[in-house]
C-alpha cells in the first residue's frame, strides 16, 4: 500500500519568512495529494490538494508543489503570520477503487514567533 | 449546514465495554470515512464507505466494525474496548473521494 513520509517533524520561523514542508510517496498510482491544517483540539481542514495532473498550484500565501518522477510533493507557506502556527499533514491518495483512501504522513508542527 | 458530526465528544471506558461513536453529515456526500490519530502517527484509516450498503477496511480495523445504512451516517463500534484503542477518532466525508471533511473528532480512553 501507500507511504506517506513528512520528514520535518516540527518547524520553527519568524513571521514574515516562508515555510517550506515537504513529504514522498511511495505508490506511483497516487493521483491526489491534499495538505491539511489542524489547530489545537479541532479536525483537520483542508487548505490545498493538487492532482497528479498538474505541477504546481497557489492560492494566496500557500502553494503546493508536485514531482512525480521523484514521488514528493511539498507545502510552501509565504509571508508567515502567528495564525499560521499549527499541525500540517499531508496526504496522498490511489486511483481506482482506492480513490478517496487517504493516507497520512506523520505532521509537521509549524511555530511561527511575532 | 452542519458538516460533519461527531458524538459523543469526549469518552471514558473501561476495557470490554463496548461503545458506538456517531458519525453524521448533512452534505450528502457518497464518501464517509473513520481515522485514528495518535501521537506521531498522523491519521490512519480504520474503515471506509463509498455509499450506503457499502464499506471496506482500511489500514487498521481490528477491534472495530461499521455499517453504512444511510447516506448520512456511518457509525463505528468498537466490540471490546482495548487499552490500545485509547486515541482520538475522526470521521470525515466527502463528495468525490477528494476534498475530505473532517469532525472535530471523538478522544477516547480505555482504561
Known sequence: GENVEQHLSTLSVQEGDS???K???SDSASNYFPWYKQELGKGPQLIIDIRS???EKKDQRIAVTLNKTAKHF??????TQPEDSAVYFCAATPGGTSYGKLTFGQGTILTVHP | NAGVTQTPKFQVLKTGQSMTL?????????YMSWYRQDPGMGLRLIHYSVGAGITDQGEVPNGYNVSRSTTEDFPLRLLSAAPSQTSVYFCASSYSGAEAFFG????????
Open chain 1, 19 to 21: 515555510a517550506v514542508i
Open chain 1, 23 to 25: 513529504c514522498t510517496y
Open chain 1, 53 to 55: 495532473n498538474v505541477g
Open chain 1, 74 to 79: 511539498s507545502l510552501h507557506i509565504t509571508e
Open chain 2, 22 to 30: 456517531q458519525c453524521a453529515q448533512d452534505m450528502n456526500h457518497e
Open chain 2, 104 to 111: 472535530q473528532g471523538t478522544r477516547l480512553t480505555v482504561v
